[in-house]
């Protein structure tokens, strides 16, 4: 079965960093999309960065020039690296695939939580 492990959340203070990763396992399709959700208390789910196979990248406007993400397409990782941490940013951020096989499918890791603050 396909699995995402998230690793590297944990709290940090404002303007600090944090690096998750998440690696993937058990697909038999190709991953064509993989990336970071984050979903804080009381908000819906919402798109932090993503990154095709072929290098195309996505990101919320609150994440350009603070968050860089990077996916190793032969190790079927990726990572979300987070600076200049804001308290805003307190979430849990979620590893998400595309898989594509005879047609796509959305996989998500467990979760990992990252908490900003004083």
């Known amino acids: 079965q396909v699995q995402l492990v998230e690793s590297g959340g944990g709290l940090v203070q404002p303007g600090g960093s944090l690096k998750l990763s998440c690696a993937a396992s058990g697909s038999i399709g190709v991953m064509y999309a993989m990336g970071w959700y984050r979903q804080a208390p009381g908000k819906q789910r919402e798109l932090v960065a993503s990154m095709t196979r072929g290098g195309t990248t996505t990101s919320a406007d609150s994440a350009k020039g603070r968050f860089t993400i990077s996916r190793d397409n032969a190790k079927d990782t990726v990572s979300l690296q987070m600076n200049s941490l804001k308290p805003e940013d307190t979430a849990v951020y979620y590893c998400?695939?595309?898989?594509?096989?005879?047609?796509?499918?959305?996989?998500w890791g467990q979760g990992t939580q990252v908490t900003v603050s004083s």
């Open positions: 998400y695939a595309r898989i594509v096989s005879l047609a796509a499918r959305d996989y």
